[in-house]
């Protein structure tokens, strides 16, 4: 075994921390079709206070417009060993308001928060019964949960939709999807009181909301009533502030002068840029500083993209983007970066500084699926990587294990069971017992109509060593394109590490070095056909597999 020395450390001492880490391991996945009527996607999990672990679910019904899915509010719930113990399919229809959010008050309660839009028949073209004439209010709400996830109490808030209507010349005959949407972030709990934001949205074309020109600040209690709210106009950019990169993400935190509000959408008057929103304990604003990309990976510097943010403990914040890449051969090509940035309200520098920041690429689309912070302050950064995304090839779940300083203590990858399956990543959940949960979708590449929906749990064992790792399902090195042709590339996080690669007789034909990252083998001259490779530390085999070359 060769991970790094202080990889174990680490987790030794957060097992004294986290008391019996070794849970057992457990995976609960879900088969549909996209030809289906109906199904559902598991999205983020929240680990209750009695443990168990109840997931977000966006459950979807076909409409009556093409293949797009109408999405509403679902829950599952699991026990710590992966039981599932009940679910609920809400017909709150949730149009882009996202996935519910799930909080507690200090006696253990379980309560979900969700918007929705009345008037509402997922049968009918655009979702609404009368679609000439749509609504002009969004609804969000406060259900408290019973230990089945029914509703048994309900605080319904109805907001007035004044935003303006845009559409292009294009879409002119079609009716407006969007009217009446609100867009939640997850709500935040202080001292039982619960903090939460929206926006307005209008919409640039069907399935496409755009534009939210103004943003709402909440506090509620746990009976539903309003204790105070803040309304900000702030000029977004319709164009590139997608609704779509502000579901279900944690945005809004805690700090030590009120609030922060992450927005990941564009200003109009301040190049393009983005902004943190800073608010006081009685959502008074307080300012507003822009955020930008450091060291720009390309001429597309206003492109970021599926945005991930957690709060460090030392008054930072760790936060994970997509954004266009330096391959000048792919427009679509986009890398993942994660920053620690120096967000402190008393910053007096133009933009928020970065203090550190990596990248993690393939050749295609790659996107960030969650930041964890671990007890003894290092990181779980998790992210999903894709050969050929657009081609159909293959792709990879990463977790990565980083130090404080982003140092890279291990790399791991793990995929849905089976030859070519395509999988992705939504988000991660650092459990108290030390262990991890994932939750992502999958595809077969060999018929894509049919998926899986997936949350696994990792115990805290998975990530001691290599041979923990292995014992559940996750790998050390990777090997593509499977099936390539005149490069085999190897990636691994592995420190001192080399890789050898035999024939279908079993005879040496190259033996090399690892000397960064990934790793890229000259086969050309090699015969078709099948080939084994493995990776060695220390004369020992720590990782193995096969390679085919057409």
């Keep these: 075994m060769k991970m790094k020395n202080r990889f174990i450390v680490t987790f030794t001492l957060a097992l004294l921390f986290w008391g019996n880490a070794f849970g057992q391991e457990w995976e609960q996945s879900y088969e549909w079709h996209f030809s289906d009527d109906e199904e559902f996607d598991l ?80 049968t009918s073209f655009n979702y609404f019964l009368n679609y000439d004439n749509p609504p002009d209010e969004g609804i969000y709400g406060l ?33 407006l999807e969007q009217c009446g949407a609100l867009v939640m972030v ?9 903090v939460g934001a929206y926006m307005k949205t209008y919409s640039r074309y069907p399935t496409d909301p755009h534009g939210p020109d103004s943003l709402f600040v909440f506090r509620m209690d746990f009976e ?6 803040q309304g900000f106009e702030l000029p977004y950019m319709g164009s590139g502030g997608s609704c779509l990169h502000f579901l279900g993400r944690e945005l809004l935190f805690k700090s030590e002068t009120g609030y922060m509000l992450y927005c990941p959408f564009r200003f109009v008057d301040d190049g393009n840029y983005y902004h943190v929103v800073y608010l006081d304990n009685n959502l008074n604003l307080l300012k507003v500083r822009p955020y930008k990309k450091i ?9 970021m993209q599926g945005i991930k943010v957690k709060r460090s403990r030392h008054n930072t914040s760790y936060f994970a983007v997509e954004l266009a890449s330096n391959n000048p051969a792919k427009a679509t090509d986009y890398d993942v970066r994660l920053y620690e940035l120096d967000d402190d309200i008393d910053g007096t520098e133009p933009y928020i500084p970065s203090l550190q920041y990596i990248t993690r690429t393939s050749d295609d689309l790659d996107w960030p699926s969650g930041i964890e912070l671990f007890d003894d302050n290092s990181l779980c950064f998790a992210y999903t990587l894709n050969i050929g995304f657009w081609s159909n090839l293959d792709s990879w779940m990463m977790i990565e294990h980083l130090s404080p300083g982003f140092d890279t203590i291990s790399t791991l990858y793990y995929d849905h069971e089976g030859e070519r399956i395509h999988s992705t990543a939504s988000s991660i959940l ?24 997936t949350i696994t749990k990792f115990p805290a064992e998975t990530f001691v060593g290599i041979d923990e790792a292995h014992d559940n399902g996750l790998k050390v090195a990777i090997a593509y394109p499977n099936p ?36 890229a083998i000259d086969a050309k001259d090699w015969a078709e056909g099948g080939y084994v490779w493995k990776i060695m530390t220390e004369r020992k085999v720590v990782e193995t597999g096969k390679w085919i070359k057409e």
């Design 484 to 519: 390539g042709k005149d490069v085999l590339n190897i990636r691994t996080g592995l420190q001192d590490a080399q890789v050898e690669v035999y024939d279908t007789n079993g005879k040496l034909i190259r033996s090399q070095a690892f000397t960064e990252n990934v790793t």
């Design 430 to 453: 650092a459990t108290n017992d030390g262990g991890l949960l994932l939750v992502y979708q999958s595809k077969n590449l060999d018929n894509t109509n049919q998926r899986w929906t």
């Design 224 to 229: 539903g009533n309003i204790l105070g709210q």
């Design 186 to 194: 997850p709500p935040v709990v202080d001292d039982d009181i619960i």
């Design 43 to 122: 999205v983020k999990p929240y680990e209750t206070s009695s443990g168990n672990i109840v997931v977000s679910t966006n459950q979807y019904y076909k409409c009556g417009w093409g293949d797009f899915y109408a999405p509403h509010p679902a829950l599952k719930m699991f026990a710590a060993d992966g039981t599932e113990l009940a679910e609920n399919l809400y017909f709150k229809p949730a149009y882009y308001g996202g996935h519910p959010h799930i909080i507690e008050n200090k006696k253990g309660e379980l309560y979900m928060m969700a918007s929705y839009t009345p008037d509402h028949d997922y």
């Design 295 to 303: 060291d720009p990976l390309s001429q597309f510097d206003d492109l």
């Design 143 to 175: 259900y408290k949960l019973d230990d089945q996830l029914n509703i048994v109490e309900a605080y319904e808030h109805h907001i007035k939709i004044d935003t303006s209507e845009y559409r292009d010349q294009q879409w002119e005959d079609v009716p």
